[in-house]
């Protein structure tokens, strides 16, 4: 079996993911991308920021909106970790996000293939190209790594 390398914005993703373990956040991380390049990154911080909405992929488009001059991201792409939860996935539909990349999906807490499916809906605004599983394993070590230790 042939292991590809993981594209650049998953191993960006990852390290964020990895800030966000070493801080004492759950390991999640998210980068947007536009025209190949990464434009801006996050990692969950509610704890830290004292803000139920500071998950990974909401810092990330915060700052691309920023950069960018508008609250549309069309042509971007999200990079994420774990399988976003609804909120993030509505946040991903308002922005309109061209294509969405997840490492690991997220069966208690996901709603993109599990839970509310919030793109399958018809009142969704946008519906991006969706694309999981590149960078599932380290991924899904981290975050198992992160709750043994807490155990």
Partial sequence: MTRWP???PMRHALDL?????????????????????????????????HDPTAHAEIAAIREAARKLGGERLEGCELWVTLEPCAMCAGAIAHARIARLYYAAPDPKGG???????VFEHEQCLHKPEIYSGMGEAEAAELLRSFFRDRR
């Fill in 17 to 49: 993911a990895r800030s966000a373990a070493a801080s004492g956040e759950v390991p999640i991380g998210a980068v947007i991308v536009k025209d190949g390049e990464v434009i801006a990154g996050g990692h969950n911080s509610p704890r830290e920021d």
């Fill in 6 to 8: 993981l594209p650049e």
């Fill in 111 to 117: 709603a993109v293939e599990h839970g509310a499916k």
